[in-house]
């Protein structure tokens, strides 16, 4: 398996414009995790799904952020209207759903915002 | 609720000298734990784990943690340092009622040589 696949590597944009992170898991994987990186806040969970669906959305920031799983292969991160503020790293990661399995990661998308 | 406490945002040790990188956590639950490593612009890639079982577990690149349940630890060593161990070290915590990763805040080594 390719691992997981997150595309783009890197994004910039400007402010107020809307931004779109997109993730491929594992085949067979039911869990999808975000993730988001920064120096001030370290690696914050977004949210996360299960089958599709999401499971606990209270790391989402604020209304600005979405997501979506609209199949068991594709899971997409928008921000609209985007913000200084949101230029972090943000990983995409998966697993099984055995108890103790480890999350995979994907490379990561850094959004840079200006 | 689950939390991770990593002691020291940076260590710094010598090539060939032992390294220990610290981690408490907390979890209401029997907790499976975890070390990932980061390095520069990559993902992060899985060192070791602990669910159940011998408490001793060793991991890829000769890093191995124990979990000791009655001080919440597990404790990241590496018997001699490498120049190519120099990465972000990541503990994080999960249990069987919440599957998603909780994270502490990493730490930085550096390896001198």
């Known amino acids: 398996d390719a691992g997981v696949i997150q595309s783009p590597r890197h994004e910039v944009t400007e402010m107020g414009q809307e931004v779109t992170l997109r993730c491929k898991p594992i085949?067979?994987?039911?869990?999808l995790f975000w993730y988001r990186q920064t120096m001030m806040r370290g690696l914050e969970l977004l949210i996360y799904?299960?089958?599709?669906?999401?499971?606990?959305d209270s790391g989402m920031p604020e209304d600005r952020f979405s997501a979506k799983m609209p199949n068991a292969s594709f899971s997409t991160l928008k921000i609209q209207p985007s913000e200084p503020r949101d230029s972090a790293v943000y990983f995409c990661?998966?697993?099984?759903?055995?108890?103790?399995?480890?999350?995979?990661f994907g490379q990561g998308t850094r959004l840079t915002v200006v | 609720a689950q939390s991770v406490t990593q002691l020291g945002s940076h260590v710094s040790v010598s090539e060939g000298a032992l390294v220990l990188l610290r981690c408490n956590y907390s979890?209401?639950?029997?907790?499976?734990l975890f070390w990932y490593v980061q390095y520069p612009n990559q993902g992060l890639q899985l060192l070791l784990k602990?669910?159940?079982?011998?408490?001793l577990v060793k991991g890829i690149n000769g890093f191995e943690a124990e979990f000791k349940k009655s001080e919440t630890s597990f404790h990241l060593t590496k018997p001699s340092a490498h120049m190519s161990d120099a990465a972000e070290y990541f503990c994080?915590?999960?249990?069987?009622?919440?599957?998603?990763?909780?994270f502490g805040s990493g730490t930085r080594l550096q390896v001198q040589p």
């Open positions: 990661a998966s697993s099984d759903g055995e108890g103790g399995t480890e999350a995979f």
């Open positions: 085949s067979g994987h039911d869990y």
């Open positions: 799904f299960n089958n599709n669906v999401p499971i606990d």
């Open positions: 979890s209401s639950v029997p907790p499976y």
């Open positions: 602990y669910t159940t079982g011998a408490t």
């Open positions: 994080a915590v999960s249990d069987t009622g919440r599957r998603a990763l909780t």
